[in-house]
C-alpha cells in the first residue's frame, strides 16, 4: 500500500505559475501526476521513473516539469504559462513496476488538489 499526498493548487491567472507537490509513504518505481477536468476523462500528463526518465503529454511539454527528489518519495509538478484548459483536479498517482508512461495503470492515488487558471 502507498499513501499519497498533495499539496500545493489553488488559483491563477493564464501565464500564470503554481507548483504541486505530493509526498508518498514508501519509494515506488513510478510517480506521476494526472488531472481531470469538469466534464472529461481523467488524463496522464507527467510521470517519473527512479531512474529520473520522464514522460509527459504533448499539451503540457515545455511548460510543466515533473521531478523527485533524493528520497525518491517527494513528487513535484512545476507548471508554468498556465492556461485555462489546464483547469482541472489534479491527482499524484503511483505504480508499483515499470513501465511509466501515462497510459500504464497506476495503482495508488491521492486525494487529488483543484487547479484554477483564469484568462
Known amino acids: 500500500q502507498v499513501r499519497l499526498v498533495e499539496s500545493g493548487g489553488g488559483s491563477v491567472q493564464a501565464g500564470g505559475s503554481l507548483r504541486l507537490s505530493c509526498t508518498a509513504s514508501?519509494?515506488?518505481?513510478?510517480l506521476g501526476w494526472f488531472r481531470q477536468a469538469p466534464g472529461k476523462e481523467r488524463e496522464g500528463i507527467a510521470t517519473?521513473?527512479?531512474?529520473?526518465?520522464?514522460h509527459y503529454v504533448d499539451s503540457v511539454k515545455g511548460r510543466f516539469t515533473v521531478s523527485r527528489d533524493f528520497t525518491l518519495k517527494t513528487l513535484d509538478l512545476q507548471m508554468t504559462d498556465l492556461k485555462s484548459e489546464d483547469t482541472a483536479i489534479y491527482y499524484c498517482a503511483a505504480r508499483g513496476s515499470y513501465p511509466c508512461a501515462p497510459q500504464y495503470d497506476y495503482t495508488y492515488w491521492g486525494q487529488g488538489t483543484q487547479v484554477t487558471v483564469s484568462s
Open positions: 514508501r519509494v515506488t518505481y513510478c
Open positions: 517519473i521513473e527512479t531512474t529520473g526518465l520522464t
